[in-house]
């Protein structure tokens, strides 16, 4: 019998990694070989025309030396990325509770509410950017319609950061709002109902029932965001393209240029390398805050 166990157990064990060993050549092939690669070319000169050459740490020389800017592009890219994700999050969060309330049509709009999040975004950027248009764009029209004069919008770094946040919020909320969603119906709801016979306000349930029992849920979109936050490229090109005059060019959007335009790959590395190691200094420093706090509360 143990025998036949045995061989049940490998047999099984062999199905599951004949199921999972594609997925990771996948993962490894699009992901992790291009990794070390734009790891390796970050220590290189490399154009893509010749074969790379060796120059060791000089482009990380270059990346921190405060005259090329980079300096000023990574913070440009964290605090936009630090609003952006807290306006997402929080603005989620509402929208999540707004869900799940009940209410006749709320299927639809929790469907219609996710719409943003799977729409191609070179098309919503497009209807985007003619709104914004300075003569024939929507916004400026009802300006005008109202007796304001219109705005250039282009021309203003407050203006241009700021629809590059909205766009950025609204093209993610729907996403963040399913998953508080899901959050907050895995509450059980015998925990909101022995609140309220306790006497507690709508409040008081918000806080020391919901907020808790959401704190994983919670955990998983800030890191996402994170990630999400410094990434963000496509939004900045296809908004603001770092106008009016560079002053919401960001340092991802300075990675693409740098390698899929002007093909130098060593910068385009080497930027991406530290980018990426920031990028998971904020989750690791975030995940030791939150096991940090779970630990104290525990103890």
């Keep these: 019998m143990a025998l036949k166990r045995l061989s049940r157990e490998k047999r099984e064990a062999r199905i599951a990694y004949m199921i999972i060993i594609p997925f990771f050549i996948y993962i490894a092939f699009w992901n992790l070989i291009p990794l070390v ?39 440009r890219q964290i605090w936009m990325g630090v609003l952006a994700l807290s306006i997402n999050t929080v603005l989620s969060f509402f929208i999540g509770l707004a869900l799940n309330a009940k209410m006749k049509g709320r299927g639809f709009f929790r469907v219609s509410v996710y719409i943003p999040a799977v729409a191609a975004v070179s098309v919503t950027t497009a209807v985007f950017v003619s709104l914004l248009d300075p003569i024939n764009g929507g916004l400026n029209r009802f300006l005008i319609s109202v007796g304001q ?122 930027s991406s390398t530290i980018l990426g190691a920031l990028t998971l200094v904020f989750a690791v420093i975030y995940l030791r805050f939150n096991f940090k706090r779970e630990e104290n509360e525990h103890a």
Aim: proline share 4%; charged share 10%.
């Design 37 to 75: 690669q734009g790891i390796f070319y970050g220590f290189t000169n490399f154009n893509a025309l010749s074969p790379p050459t060796w120059v060791g740490l000089n482009n990380f020389r270059r990346f921190f030396d405060p005259v090329n800017q980079y300096i000023t592009l990574l913070w």
């Design 149 to 270: 004069n219109p705005i250039a919008w282009s021309h203003s770094q407050f203006w241009m950061v700021f629809w590059v946040i909205v766009f950025f919020v609204w093209r993610n909320v729907g996403m963040a709002a399913i998953i508080w969603l899901g959050g907050l119906q895995g509450i059980d709801p015998a925990l909101h109902e022995a609140a309220q016979i306790d006497g507690a306000s709508k409040f008081q349930r918000l806080r020391y029932v919901t907020l808790p029992g959401l704190r994983f849920v919670a955990g998983y979109i800030i890191l996402t965001g994170i990630i999400a936050v410094m990434q963000m490229f496509d939004v900045v090109m296809f908004i603001s393209a770092g106008n009016p005059f560079g002053q919401t060019d960001v340092l991802m959007y300075r990675i693409y240029r740098y390698g899929a335009v002007h093909f130098n790959l060593g910068m385009a590395g080497t």
